[in-house]
Structures are given as structure tokens and as C-alpha cells.
């Protein structure tokens, strides 16, 4: 019975360890991209930084629209009696004590034109924090299309390893019995060498992808990631109709929305430099105090004259200015955004139609060719190089079609950073 529990134990320790790479693998970012837009979305420092300005510029509506903080002031009248007595400040003791309550009050309507100012410029920031995460999720969206494409690249040239391998064998049992040249031998050795190297060469490329991944997710650079499983679907034709997407993007971009904002912002700054034709005022109270009761009570109306006309019309011309310049930027801003968005959108289409090509014409012909090719060779039809060659088209219509998956995803990432949301 001991021998039992023993071997039930020692069973139940190898599943484990041979369980636990398997679960911490599972928990490794990185398999699918749901996963690491979280993450991004949660730790980038970035896009950290640009939540907590948006939050500081919504803090500044309030300012903006506050009053001023009133004034006191403490006047000490005859404080020597006539000379009768030593100077002092008592209250009781002096001739008077002047005491003003002041408030600034603005012009009417201003206070309310700096809040909306001030709102504007807080949607205006905000924007570009949906713009900084808009720019985040698409670098992580094509940082994991490429892990995918490196890794599936790596597992495609390892299988073209083995398969030039066992043509290797086999051009070796040819040689041996006199039914292929020397140079057929060598030229599969050199083959193998060209395949290993590109192997080589794939492999520092994923880890500096792995590397660029990482710090989007604010991770060590050396940080271990979890082999990319897939990638997403992609939208129905019927949802990239052009004249839809633009639109979309017209109303949902955040870098138009920041810049409609501005131009929100510039008009009523502009509205707020004509009503600085008109006084602000101060208001103040005065109660008098003497020996020790209040004896008299003061009212007083202070206002600023507007006189230096020349420096108002300065700053509406440069209010007037600045809003031009703000319709100018959305011009430009739209007609880029345009440009961009259709660039894409045909990137993205003439990756769909050669992916479909190379899936459904060209890979089936050169997987055909490749049969022929290795029958004719074995039976001494064909010769070793266009065996190499039916074997490199295989390989070229793989990547092909691989690299059409990546670029059709590449080009829907830029898109989707346009519209600022998801397809």
C-alpha cells in the first residue's frame, strides 16, 4: 500500500511539472491581442500621462469661472491721538480704524465666456487622450501582427528546414548510386545553410518585436511573452464601404474633435476680447470703528476705464487670428485624415484580393509543381535546381499569403486609429 501512495505521488509530481510550463504560458501576455490592448491600456505610461492632463484641464472649469478671492484691508486713523499718546494700533485706542471688504467683480457675461473657454480647451485636451490611445492600440495592433507573422515565418522556414533536409537525403542516396552529380549534393548542403542563417536572422527579429511589445505595455524589454495564437477577424466587406468610413471618421476622429474644440475655443475667445471694450469693477465695503463700536458704514463703486483702445483692438485681431489659424489646422486635419483613411482602406482591400489569390490559385499550383518536381527528380526526369526552385515557390506563396494577413491587419489598425474605435 505504500508503494501505492508512493507511485500515485511521484505521478502526480511529473503531471505537475510537466502542467505547470504549459499554465505559466497560458498566463503569459501575449496569444491573443484582447489581452494586450488591456494591458496597454492600463499601465502605458503614455497614455497615463495624457488621462491625467485631460483630468487637470476639466479641473480648470471651475477656476475659470470663479471669482476672484475678496480683498480686506485695515486703515489705522490718528494713531497718536493728536499727539496725545504713543502711536499704537489698538482699535480702541485710535482715532479710527477703516475696515474694507472689496470684491473684483467682471463685466457681465465674461466670467461665463472663460468657463466655456475653458470647457472647450478641456475637450480639446481630452481628444488628444483618445488620440494618444487611438495611436497606442494601433502600435500594439501591428506589433502583434508582426510577432505573428515572425512566428509563423520561423515555423514555415523550420518545416522548409526538414523538407530540405530530406531532399538532401535523398540527392545523398542518389550520388551514392551514380544517379545524380556531386553538385546536386552541394547545392542541398548550401541550401540547409541558407535556411538556418534566415532562421537566425527571424529569430533576432522577434525578440526585438517582443522587445517594442514590451515597452507599449510598460514591461521589462526582456520580459517572456506568450506566442502569438492568431489574428483578428477581420470586418465584413459591407462595413468598409468608403463614403460610410469617411463620414465616420469625420464625426469620430480624435484629433478633428480636438481640433473642432480649439476653434469652439477661439470663437468665444474672440467674443471674450470684445467684451474687454467694457469696465470691470470692484465693489467694497467700509465699515469705520471707533473707541469700540462701529460709528459709520461706507459703500464704494470702482471701475477700470478702458482707455487704451489701441491694445483691445490688438488682441481681437489677435482672438480673430488664432481662430483662423484653428479653421485652418481642421482643414488640414480633415483633408489628411481623408487621405489617410482611403490610402488604408485600398491597402487593406488589395490585401484581402491577394491573400484570397495566393490562397485559392497560386499556393495549390505550386504545392502541384513541387510534387511533380520531387517525382520527376527521384525517377532522373528532373534535375536538382528545378526541384529548388518548385521548392522556393512553395515557400514564396506561403509568405506571401502570410504577409497579406499581416498587412490587411496592419492597414485595419491604421483605420480604426483613425475612426478611434473599434470596426
Same mark, same amino acid.
Given at each position: 500500500m $505504500? +508503494?501505492?501512495?508512493?507511485?500515485?505521488?511521484?505521478?502526480?509530481?511529473?503531471?505537475?511539472?510537466n502542467?505547470?510550463?504549459?499554465?505559466?504560458?497560458?498566463?503569459?501576455?501575449?496569444?491573443?491581442?484582447?489581452?494586450?490592448?488591456?494591458?496597454a $491600456?492600463?499601465?502605458n505610461? &503614455?497614455?497615463?500621462?495624457?488621462r491625467?492632463?485631460?483630468q487637470?484641464?476639466?479641473?480648470?472649469?471651475?477656476?475659470a469661472g470663479?471669482?476672484?478671492?475678496?480683498?480686506?484691508?485695515v486703515?489705522?486713523?490718528?494713531?497718536t491721538?493728536?499727539g496725545?499718546? !504713543?502711536?499704537?494700533?489698538l482699535?480702541? &485706542?485710535?482715532?479710527?480704524?477703516i475696515?474694507?471688504?472689496?470684491q &473684483?467683480?467682471?463685466?457681465?457675461?465674461?466670467?461665463?465666456l472663460?468657463r466655456?473657454?475653458a470647457?472647450?480647451?478641456?475637450?480639446? /485636451?481630452?481628444?488628444?487622450?483618445?488620440?494618444?490611445?487611438?495611436?497606442?492600440?494601433?502600435?500594439?495592433?501591428?506589433?502583434?501582427?508582426q510577432?505573428?507573422?515572425?512566428?509563423?515565418?520561423?515555423?514555415?522556414?523550420?518545416e522548409l528546414?526538414?523538407?530540405?533536409?530530406?531532399?538532401?537525403?535523398?540527392?545523398q542516396v542518389?550520388?551514392?548510386?551514380?544517379?545524380?552529380?556531386?553538385? &546536386?549534393?552541394?547545392r542541398?548542403? /548550401?541550401?540547409?545553410?541558407?535556411?538556418?542563417t534566415?532562421? /537566425?536572422?527571424l529569430e533576432?527579429?522577434?525578440?526585438?518585436?517582443?522587445?517594442?511589445?514590451?515597452?507599449l505595455?510598460? @514591461?521589462?524589454?526582456?520580459?517572456?511573452?506568450?506566442?502569438?495564437?492568431?489574428?483578428?477577424?477581420?470586418?465584413?466587406a459591407?462595413?468598409?464601404?468608403?463614403?460610410?468610413?469617411?463620414?465616420?471618421?469625420?464625426?469620430?476622429?480624435?484629433?478633428?474633435?480636438?481640433e473642432?474644440?480649439?476653434?469652439k475655443?477661439?470663437?468665444l475667445?474672440?467674443?471674450?476680447s470684445?467684451?474687454?471694450?467694457?469696465? +470691470?469693477?470692484?465693489?467694497?465695503?467700509?465699515?469705520?470703528?471707533m473707541?469700540?463700536?462701529?460709528?459709520?458704514? #461706507?459703500?464704494?463703486?470702482?471701475?477700470?476705464?478702458?482707455l487704451q483702445?489701441?491694445?483691445r483692438?490688438?488682441?481681437?485681431?489677435e482672438?480673430?487670428?488664432?481662430?483662423?489659424?484653428?479653421? !485652418? @489646422?481642421?482643414?488640414?486635419?480633415?483633408?489628411? /485624415?481623408?487621405? +489617410?483613411?482611403?490610402?488604408? =482602406?485600398?491597402?487593406?482591400?488589395?490585401?484581402?484580393?491577394?491573400?484570397?489569390?495566393?490562397?485559392?490559385?497560386?499556393?495549390?499550383?505550386?504545392?502541384?509543381?513541387?510534387?511533380?518536381?520531387l517525382?520527376g527528380?527521384?525517377?532522373?526526369?528532373? +534535375?536538382?535546381?528545378?526541384?529548388?526552385?518548385?521548392?522556393?515557390?512553395?515557400?514564396? !506563396?506561403? =509568405? #506571401?499569403?502570410? $504577409?497579406?494577413?499581416?498587412?490587411?491587419?496592419?492597414?485595419?489598425?491604421?483605420?480604426?486609429?483613425? =475612426?478611434?474605435?473599434?470596426?
Open positions: $505504500k +508503494d501505492i501512495f508512493q507511485s500515485a505521488a511521484l505521478v502526480t509530481l511529473l503531471a505537475w511539472g502542467a505547470a510550463p504549459a499554465l505559466a504560458q497560458e498566463n503569459l501576455p501575449g496569444a491573443q491581442l484582447e489581452g494586450l490592448l488591456a494591458i $491600456k492600463a499601465n505610461p &503614455d497614455y497615463a500621462s495624457m491625467q492632463e485631460a487637470a484641464a476639466s479641473e480648470r472649469v471651475v477656476m470663479a471669482l476672484m478671492d475678496p480683498k480686506f484691508r486703515e489705522w486713523m490718528d494713531i491721538k493728536g496725545s499718546q !504713543s502711536a499704537t494700533l482699535p480702541n &485706542d485710535t482715532g479710527s480704524t475696515y474694507t471688504f472689496m &473684483d467683480l467682471p463685466w457681465w457675461g465674461k466670467r461665463d472663460k466655456a473657454i470647457a472647450q480647451e478641456a475637450q480639446a /485636451v481630452d481628444g488628444k487622450a483618445q488620440g494618444t490611445w487611438a495611436e497606442l492600440a494601433a502600435k500594439v495592433k501591428t506589433t502583434h501582427a510577432r505573428y507573422f515572425l512566428h509563423n515565418t520561423r515555423q514555415l522556414t523550420q528546414l526538414d523538407l530540405t533536409n530530406h531532399l538532401a537525403q535523398v540527392t542518389r550520388y551514392a548510386g551514380g544517379l545524380a552529380m556531386q553538385q &546536386d549534393a552541394i542541398a548542403q /548550401v541550401e540547409q545553410t541558407t535556411i538556418q534566415e532562421l /537566425v536572422a533576432s527579429e522577434a525578440h526585438q518585436a517582443d522587445a517594442r511589445l514590451n515597452a505595455l510598460a @514591461r521589462p524589454s526582456g520580459a517572456p511573452l506568450a506566442a502569438p495564437e492568431s489574428l483578428p477577424m477581420l470586418p465584413a459591407a462595413t468598409l464601404d468608403a463614403d460610410s468610413l469617411l463620414e465616420r471618421v469625420r464625426q469620430r476622429n480624435p484629433q478633428i474633435f480636438s473642432d474644440a480649439r476653434i475655443a477661439a470663437e475667445s474672440r467674443e471674450l470684445l467684451k474687454n471694450r467694457y469696465p +470691470d469693477f470692484t465693489l467694497a465695503i467700509t465699515p469705520t470703528q473707541q469700540s463700536r462701529i460709528t459709520e458704514w #461706507g459703500l464704494m463703486l470702482e471701475m477700470n476705464i478702458p483702445q489701441g491694445t483692438r490688438a488682441q481681437e485681431r482672438a480673430q487670428a488664432m481662430l483662423e489659424a484653428a479653421q !485652418s @489646422r481642421r482643414a488640414a486635419v480633415s483633408n489628411q /485624415v481623408a487621405s +489617410d483613411l482611403s490610402e488604408n =482602406l485600398a491597402g487593406l482591400q488589395s490585401a484581402q484580393r491577394t491573400e484570397q489569390l495566393l490562397k485559392t490559385s497560386l499556393l495549390p499550383q505550386a504545392e502541384l509543381t513541387f510534387q511533380a518536381a517525382a527528380y527521384e525517377n532522373g526526369k528532373l +534535375d536538382f535546381a528545378t526541384l529548388l526552385d518548385a521548392q522556393r515557390q512553395i515557400r514564396q !506563396s506561403r =509568405l #506571401g499569403q502570410l $504577409k497579406a494577413q499581416v498587412d490587411a491587419q496592419m492597414r485595419l489598425a491604421e483605420i480604426e486609429k483613425l =475612426l478611434g474605435e473599434e470596426l
